[in-house]
């Protein structure tokens, strides 16, 4: 159990709880849910590692 990739489960649940915020909240609900999904996110990493690296999420081509 400590090998599942959490960051897809993640982006899941946060686009079900986006796509749920826009369905009934409609426009401003969206917004909402969306800056405080990416405030949450910027915690998580702080206290994950105690910085803010976000360099780790984009994948290189080399």
């Known amino acids: ?3 599942v990739p ?3 489960v993640i982006g899941m ?3 079900i709880a986006l796509g749920m915020a ?3 909240g409609g426009l ?3 917004l909402l ?3 405080l999904g990416a405030l949450g ?4 990493r702080i206290a994950e ?6 360099a780790n999420l984009s994948a290189r081509r080399r």
């Open 49 to 54: 590692s105690g910085e803010i690296n976000l």
């Open 41 to 44: 996110f910027l915690v998580g």
């Open 33 to 35: 849910v969306l800056v």
């Open 22 to 24: 826009g369905a009934f």
């Open 28 to 30: 401003g609900a969206f």
């Open 6 to 8: 959490w960051l897809p």
């Open 1 to 3: 159990m400590n090998n």
């Open 13 to 15: 649940a946060v686009g």
